[in-house]
């Protein structure tokens, strides 16, 4: 089993930056892509950015260029570092894993463990 917890999460001003952080435990060498997904009240969850087993990326477009996703393989950290915040980026962050799936992929249906979330709320 693998357990995921975020960190991070805050109140910001627009055009501010956060870091979120997702630690890995458990049966860590069994994940596979991993992923960022937000929901805001009243929306459908929305993958934000993804990196997959072997290190290939990919973004929702209304974050490339502002939102960076990484990951420290030693720690089993997932972090996704944003800058230049707006207002509709107020939503609840989870980070997911496909346990097995080896590629990037922005699809929930893909992601198999979920942390519990945290809260970005930018207020302008």
């Known amino acids: 089993q693998v357990q995921l917890v975020e960190s991070g999460g805050g109140a910001v001003q627009a055009g501010g930056s956060l870091r979120l952080s997702c630690a890995a435990s458990g049966d860590t060498a069994s994940t596979g892509c991993m992923g960022w997904f937000r929901q805001a009240p009243g929306k459908e969850r929305e993958g934000v950015a993804t990196?997959?087993?072997?290190?290939?990326?990919a973004y929702t477009d209304s974050v490339t260029g502002r939102f960076t996703i990484s990951k420290d393989n030693a720690k089993n950290i997932l972090y996704l570092q944003m800058n230049s915040l707006k207002p509709e980026d107020t939503a609840i962050y989870y980070c997911?894993?496909?346990?097995?799936?080896?590629?990037?992929?922005?699809?929930?249906?893909?992601?198999?463990?979920w942390g519990q979330g945290t809260q970005v709320t930018v207020f302008s």
């Open positions: 997911a894993t496909g346990i097995r799936r080896w590629a990037p992929t922005l699809r929930s249906s893909d992601y198999t463990v």
């Open positions: 990196i997959g087993r072997y290190g290939d990326i």
